[in-house]
């Protein structure tokens, strides 16, 4: 287990990532994905996320993702790869397994979280899925989580080729909405209504299709912000809640 504070610039495979070990650290960590092309110092720069980290005992995890989608696969119409290794399979097959072994961080058993905004909010959901049971709760923010809604995003094109001719890939393993069935973790969605990036709609269908699936078996909450938009003044201000829903959570109310 590493001392409390700041470790930085560590790496697995050439790819960055930093850890900040609270004082009061009582075996909850918390996997932190910023949005798409932000380094992964945004959360800790923009928001008070350390204050909230100390406040509750939460070891951070902060790999710079930068422009991934999570996808776990690349294909011959790829264009936009992010490594070698597609980013979803990396933080599944590389990622989990060096951070648990190096640092006795994200262990099963142990109470381990998952916060994303953005490109961020949908890697929450992709890496649930990936990883069933690993993560006990999760918090996706401003997330886009059906992607064939949108059927011209240049970035999903860049990586899972035109819509039209391949919708399979728009709708399988890389759609958390279409994967809704397999949904085993308690989530805290919300979204700016005023969001011009990614629509509100977003994480509003995919909060209908986990309730219509998984009826009240599993805990979600969904919580439409009036007058936010896609930044950290909506995203920081998100934290009060987000840290009480991972408590709640764990505390089984």
Known sequence: MPEPGWHRNL???GVPYDLYIPANYRSASLLVLPGWNYERSSWVDNAPLVDYADKYGYALILPEMLVTLYESAYY??????WQPVPGGKFIKERLIPEIQKQHNLLLPGQYNTLLGLSTGGRGV???ALENPGLFAAGASLSGDFSQENTPDDRLMTAVYGAFSEFPQ????????QARAAEWMMPLYLAHGIDDEIVPESQSRLFYYALRRS??????VEYHAVPGAAHDYEFWGG????VFEFFEKVQKGL
């Open 11 to 13: 790496s697995v495979d």
């Open 76 to 81: 011959p119409e790829t264009t936009l790869k």
């Open 125 to 127: 959901a992709l890496i």
């Open 169 to 176: 890939r728009w709708r399988g393993r890389d759609n958390p």
């Open 214 to 219: 998984r009826g009240d078996d599993i805990v």
């Open 238 to 241: 998100q934290l009060p809640s």
